[in-house]
């Protein structure tokens, strides 16, 4: 089973050495390649080579990583990861430093295993419990974007229109865009989220955004795929869920008192956390 995991880096950062991830340098165009620490004979893929959209990293985020794949990469098995979040394998770990996590990220026969009867490897559900994917995104980004992707969707895709609605309406979802699918699968997930998105920019304001706020690409489309997901679930694909390992220390103090703050009092994200 040929399976490439991304692994989406904007710098030089510890990556598992496990065969089916694949590291790849995001907002590539201009920079020059990052080496790997430990691993500084490794090769990474850029996302700046062939069919790509390089350019539009700082507003796509990982997305940028995943266009490449999908225009560019041949293999069984396409997925996406972040360089600080993977899926949790079984192997015990410890977490002293980013190196010991790292040997408690998802091995490629661990993969393999849920994928002989699974169709989707999705990360654990995140849970808002008092805001739904919508209000969530509302209060801590704007009440704008979320209300345009719908309408979007209505003109370009409007049998899907339901899944969107019911996406928004969601207590808890499949965030920070990690996935394992087939390829062709994920090639039909990407020509219908980037239609989506390329339609977007044309309706969206950038001007005077911050560099935070000008990452909502990437955000909206973590929403997107909860809706593809529910439409995939209805046609009988299975979809798994495996657990979320973070190399570092969540903040999670931190999070809770800029969500409440955001719910209650209209404090707008500023910073990830």
């Known amino acids: 089973m040929d399976i490439k995991v991304l692994v989406a880096l904007h710098k030089s950062y510890p990556v598992s050495e496990d065969p089916m991830y694949a590291p790849i340098q995001l907002g590539a165009l201009g920079k020059e390649t990052l080496t ?65 996590a790292l040997h408690g990220v998802l091995k490629k026969e661990e993969a393999e295993e849920i994928l002989k009867d699974a169709d989707i490897i999705v990360p654990k559900k995140r849970r808002y419990v008092i805001e739904t994917l919508e209000s969530h995104y509302a209060h801590t980004m704007t009440d704008k974007h979320l209300p345009l992707a719908r309408k979007v969707v209505s003109e370009k895709y409007p049998s899907d229109l339901p899944y969107v609605d019911e ?33 977007l920019e044309f309706r969206i304001d950038t001007q005077n955004l911050s560099a935070f706020d000008m990452r909502f690409y990437g ?35 931190k999070k809770i008192r800029a969500f409440l703050a955001a719910k209650f009092f209209g404090k707008k994200y500023k910073e990830s956390f």
């Open 36 to 100: 790997l620490p430990e691993q500084p004979g490794k090769k990474l893929l850029r996302d700046d080579k062939g069919d790509n959209i390089s350019r539009k990293n700082p507003s796509y985020c990982e997305l940028t990583g995943f266009y490449y794949a999908w225009k560019n990469m041949s293999c069984d098995y396409l997925g996406l990861v972040h360089y600080r979040r993977y899926f949790k394998g079984k192997t015990p770990f410890g977490k002293r430093t980013v190196r010991d």
């Open 167 to 199: 996406a928004y309406r969601l207590t808890s979802g499949y965030m920070f865009n990690m996935f394992i699918m087939k390829k062709d699968l994920a090639d039909e997930y990407a020509r219908w989220l980037f239609t989506i998105l390329k339609e």
């Open 219 to 253: 955000r909206i489309s973590e929403i997107l795929f909860n809706a593809w997901i529910l439409k995939k679930e209805e046609e009988g694909l299975v979809i798994e869920e495996v657990p979320v390992i973070f190399l570092e220390k969540e903040k999670w103090g």
